[in-house]
Each structure stands twice: as C-alpha cells, then as structure tokens.
C-alpha cells in the first residue's frame, strides 16, 4: 500500500525543476544584458572610429607675399576689399611653377581651403606690420585633401570615382614629401559656425543655441514644474478637476516631441510673432516639452518624503506651509533637481519640434542673444548628416560624440546632486 508523500517530500521533488527554471531565467537576463551590452559596444565604437578623425584636420604651408599694392593700395589698409584669395593663388603657383593652362590652375587652387584668405585677413588685422612681408603660413587643405590624406578616399581606384583628380592627388604627394603637410588638433570645429565648407564647419553655433535655450528651459520649467507639483501633492483638494489635470499631465509625457513643436509654431511664432528660429522660441517649446517629466519626478520625490515627518512638524505646531517648506521640500529636492536634470538632457537631445519653428535655417553666425537666428546641437547634426560631402559624415560623429558628452556629463551632474544633497530620516 503506497503511503501519501509528506509536504517536505513534495517541496524536495520540486526542487530540482525550480532551480532549472530559475538558472534558465537568470542564463536569459544574462544574454539579453550581453547582447545589450555589445549592441551599445558596437555603436560607440563604430561612432568613435568614425568621428575620432574629425578632431584632427589638414594643413598645408604656403610661402605668402603680403604685397601692400594688393592689402593696402595707396598706402590705406583695405581689409574688405583686398584680394586675400589671389595671394593664396600666387603662392600656389610659385608652390607649382610647372602648372600652366586654366583648367590646371583651377584644380590646384581647390586643394587648398577656401577659409585660407580670411586666415590671411586675421594675420594682418591683427599686426599690420607684416604687409609687405614674406610669410610662412599654415593653412587648411580642402575637405577632398583632408579626406585623402586620412585614407578617406583611395587613390589608386579610377578617377572618375573619387572627387579628387590625380594631378591633386599628385600635388598632394609632392606637399606631403616635401613636409608641407601635416595634420594638427582641428580648432575650428570647436570654434567655428557652421559652413557650406567641411574643413571650416565648426559646433560653436549650434552648442551657444543650445545653451542659450536650455538656460530659458530650467529657468521656466524649474519653477513652474516644482510649483504645480507642490500644490497637486500638498494643497489641491482631491476631486474630479484635480484627477483630470494629473491624467493630461501624465499623457502629456507621452506625446511626441513633435507635437510640441507644432504648438510652438502656432502659439509662439503664429500668434505671438516671436522670432522664427531663436533660441528664445527654442526654450520656450523645450519648456512645454520637459514640464510633464519634472512634474512627475516632483511629485515623486514629495510622494517619497515619510508621512512622519509631516506629522512631527504638525505636531510641533507648525502650519501646512511651514511643514511643506520647512520640511518636506528640503528632503524631496534631491529627487526633484534630479528630475530636472533628466528634463533637460531630453530637451538637449530633441531636434523634432526646433525643426517645427525654423531652428534647421543655415545659420554661419553664433549668436549673440535668447532673440538672435540659431541651430541647436541635434539639429546641426541632422544638417551635416544630409550633406553629401563625405566629410560632413565624419564631423556628423564627431558633433555625436560631443552631444553624448553633453548628456553623460548631465546624467553624472544628477548623480552627484543626488548623493550630495540626499538626506536621511
């Protein structure tokens, strides 16, 4: 006569086939971590081996003679109207005496950038002395040299493939032989606007829009954002309106970016005749855009605060307004703050709604105010990656890199506001 199995039986027989289950559960969250892993492994490293190389540009040295009947005819200094570009062409021909014909001379000037002439220009601004001098100067090659000398383009595939010819890919050799060629840390990426040449574009423009209007951002959103969270959470009266107002705000956090850009432009621009493509306008849809995410972090962070202290400080006579300011805000504004900074790394990554109001126009200039024409950082990046010139594709990853760095050095900033200012109860 079989005897029934005790419970403790039971549990053992089972054992074995839980711990299979559970050892296959954890094998899955470690292959589904592994492949995350390398996934964002990959992308880096093909973002940083794809970038890397626009941090370093092409320079060609040319022997320049400042004639002052070119700069300065007459004896009066003329920088707007003095042919920097012709000296630059001189010197090239003296560079390649053996060039001759039109269409030669023309295929020699384009190995060197068209910013050459203004270096000239900034060299005699700045010291007039030198007019009438001999200088060794090292300017910027064209984006097709800059791309041939990083191993960009190959020059040993036909000509008619690649968009360098091969009399510049042998003047290119003979300056490289000859030690006129070298390649030095790209400044003007970080100190230039934006351009229709590769080897002169430059993120200043669009970095001084984005900061201009995430200072707009926090400075309207902050506040706001705290303050609507504090009286949903402390003082509103629990009834159907108040319910209402917490739904739309948590759908709010839902919708598209874009959607927000489009109540930019009918609000701001439409309607309030703002100016198009300003950082003003920028920051004011980015604060439409980031209110929802800071008023849920807010409202989180109250929501964390232990109901004992509000009872202590109640008991201790203290009002509704001195236990929330007193007491309650002190202890949720690390999470609040963090909310905030989490707001505004989305707003620094968003391009959808500034393209809505005109922030994509080609802006050269860095601007100078909130009310001055800009680009933000994303959308520089969405341009250059629509450019054809295979070196806008390089300066594409590059101003990525620099955007990530933006968002890693915020997401750090949140993290240490979080440690630092956390207390405990």
Partial sequence: ???????????????????????????????????????????????????????RQTFMQIEVELREDVIAPGGELDLVYADFDGLVRTALREQFPDVSGRSDRRQLYRIVSAGAGYQLRDMVEADPDIIGSRQTVWVPAASNVDMLVKGNIDPDIDESLRPISDKQVAWVNTLRDAGKLERRFNKALFTNGDSREPELAGIRGAVMGSALMLVVTIVLSFPIGAAAAIYLEEFAPKSRWSDLIEVNINNL???????????????????????????????????????????????????????????????????????????????????????????????LGESAPL???????????????????????????????????RAFAERTSAAIIVLLGFLLLMNLAAVIVRKRMERKW
């Fill in 1 to 55: 006569m079989k005897t029934a199995k005790t419970t403790l039986e039971k549990v053992e027989a089972g054992l074995p086939r839980r711990r299979r289950k559970e050892m296959a559960f954890r094998a899955i969250g470690v292959l589904a971590t592994a492949v995350g892993v390398l996934f964002l492994g990959v992308f880096f490293a093909t973002l940083i081996a794809e970038g890397s190389s626009a941090f």
């Fill in 253 to 347: 956090a839902a919708v598209p970016s874009i959607v927000f850009g489009l109540l930019g432009l009918a609000v701001f621009i439409n309607w309030m005749a703002l100016p198009r493509s300003a950082p003003l306008v920028g920051g004011l849809v980015l604060t439409l855009l980031t209110l929802p995410v800071i008023i849920i972090a807010s409202r989180a962070a109250i929501q964390a605060v232990p109901p004992s202290i509000r009872e202590a400080a109640l008991g201790l006579g203290a009002s509704e307004t001195q236990v929330v300011f007193h007491h309650v805000l002190p202890l949720a504004l690390p999470g609040m703050l963090t909310g905030t900074i989490i707001g505004m790394s989305r707003a």
């Fill in 355 to 389: 393209l809505m109001i005109g922030m994509v126009a080609f802006i050269v200039d860095v601007p100078g105010g909130f009310a001055d024409p800009a680009t933000a950082l994303p959308v520089q990046i969405y341009l250059w990656a629509d450019s054809p010139e």
